[in-house]
């Protein structure tokens, strides 16, 4: 993922607008996922947790899957356990993304890269 974080200002009167690139990071795919989900799910794995207790992780937080789907995702995360993420996704905000913790983190952690 390669982020922009930008400044913009509209020149109304020459209907025009300036961006000012403020932050430029190039996310590698495998810290693309949100902080607080793979850091509870690596201590769960750390904690000999099971397939149940990573299933009812993932239903505890409201994520859009049924019980099946939930099973089916938490052997895979046992076989193949992720990385810790460095995005937050918000599903109050309609699962937007936030930035912040990208921003702070990068040239600091491996795979994420001030450019």
């Known amino acids: 993922m390669l982020l922009f974080v930008y400044r913009k200002t509209d020149d109304r009167s020459r209907r025009t607008a300036r961006l000012t690139i403020l932050h430029t990071i190039f996310i590698e795919e495998r810290r693309t996922a949100d902080y607080q989900m793979t850091t509870k799910?690596?201590?769960?794995?750390v904690n000999?947790?099971?397939e149940d207790d990573?299933?009812?992780l993932l239903l505890d937080r409201n994520l859009l899957v049924d019980d099946t789907e939930a099973h089916a995702i938490a052997r895979e995360i046992?076989?193949?356990a992720p990385e810790v993420g460095y995005?937050?996704?918000?599903n109050a905000y309609q699962w937007r993304l936030q930035y912040g913790r990208v921003?702070?983190?990068a040239g600091q952690i491996e795979g994420i890269?001030?450019?």
């Open 78 to 80: 046992l076989s193949h």
């Open 103 to 105: 921003i702070t983190q």
């Open 41 to 45: 799910i690596r201590e769960v794995i």
């Open 113 to 115: 890269t001030r450019l």
């Open 48 to 50: 000999d947790g099971n």
């Open 54 to 56: 990573i299933a009812g």
């Open 87 to 90: 995005l937050t996704i918000s």
